[in-house]
């Protein structure tokens, strides 16, 4: 029993943002379980994918493996579409996966280069988008949710909350439309769209520039689940024992608020935004097409339009990826920063 009473206060006294070590073992346990369902969930897509094609009027099998070294190599046009007629729809499948396995991406129709091209020029765009439209979300969600978790029953958090509401309701397309109309069409402050100034030399400022109205867009649509949740979380932190005691011991309230609130605040944020990466990157993907931003979700929208199966098939893998690992992020990042945080839970 006195072991009991002298470890328990020490845990109690700890920060809880504070970063734990000596957890390597449950995070690898972890990270080894996560993979052992992903790759089963990214064949199932493949097979998804692969499976509506058929269903489309266009040759899918075709589509798929025409395009692939094993068939291109062949004895012309003629006999890769001979070829690829006689085998059923799952053994093209099989092909066209084991194609994938292997680095072998196929060619994109509608981009006219490989499929690896395209993706490896657009990938570094759509990251750049997400991690910037996240980064925005939660710089503006955070003072907001104090100021309303300060006052919680004030009628500036109860406005706050009805704006948010309001915010979750409007459509990204919407969002995006709106800021081109407000700072494109009528303040002719930023550009529209794009990544450069058609006829200018371009450069890192004309970037950022075209970065600006793409990366809001994208942080509104993130600010309502954010701003709610951690204004919640630093209520509910406000009365920690934690908290408690260290007001009574006399440490400042900016000191309380800096080491333990928003620590203890930001740790059931961190575990909801791996769960939202999916709606994030669909926003994403919408964002792309309403400022011509050169990204995966761009050439996904004009894959699907232009039956281009194979750049179809890699982007929509290559998305469901993204968000399976990034949620897997977040919850590492969850077990080490969190020892209360158990990861068979996860």
């Known amino acids: 029993m006195s072991a009991t009473a002298v470890v328990t206060p020490r845990r109690e006294r700890k920060p809880a943002g504070a970063v734990r070590r000596g957890r390597p073992a449950a995070i690898v346990r972890l990270i080894l379980r996560r993979l052992g369902w992903l790759v089963p969930l990214l064949v199932a897509l493949s097979l998804l994918v692969f499976a509506l094609a058929e269903l489309s009027p266009v040759d899918a099998s075709s589509a798929f493996l025409g395009s692939q070294d094993e068939f291109t190599s062949g004895a012309g046009r003629q006999g890769v579409e001979q070829a690829i007629a006689q085998l059923p729809w799952w053994q093209a499948w099989l092909r066209w996966f084991a194609g994938l396995v292997t680095g072998d991406l196929g060619y994109s129709m509608s981009a006219r280069m490989p499929v690896a091209d395209v993706v490896s020029a657009r990938l570094p765009w759509t990251l750049l988008l997400m991690s910037g439209g996240l980064l925005l979300g939660f710089a503006v969600s955070i003072p907001l949710a104090v100021v309303a978790a300060r006052r919680p029953h004030h009628v500036v958090s109860r406005v706050l909350d009805l704006l948010m509401w309001v915010i979750s309701a409007v459509p990204p397309f919407l969002v995006g439309l709106g800021l081109i109309a407000v700072f494109s069409l009528s303040l002719r402050a930023l550009p529209a769209g794009g990544i450069s100034t058609p006829g200018m030399p371009g450069g890192i400022a004309d970037t950022v520039r075209h970065l ?47 080491r333990h609130i928003l620590p203890t605040a930001m740790i059931p944020v961190l575990a909801i935004t791996g769960a939202r990466l999916t ?24 894959a699907a339009l232009a039956q281009d199966f194979p750049l179809l098939g890699v982007v929509s893998m290559l998305l469901a990826a993204m968000a399976l690992i990034g949620g897997l992020l977040a919850d590492v990042a969850l077990v080490w920063l969190d020892p209360r945080t158990d990861p068979h839970e996860l």
Do not use: Y
């Open 212 to 258: 600006i109205l793409p990366v809001t867009a994208v942080a509104i649509g993130q600010l309502p689940w954010i701003t709610l949740h951690l204004r919640k979380a630093l209520v509910e932190a406000s009365g920690d024992p934690g908290v408690r005691a260290a007001r009574l011991r006399g440490v400042p309230e900016r000191t309380v608020f800096a």
């Open 279 to 302: 709606e994030v990157i669909a926003g994403s993907v919408l964002v792309e097409q309403i400022f011509s931003w050169p990204g995966l979700g761009q050439s996904l929208v004009s």
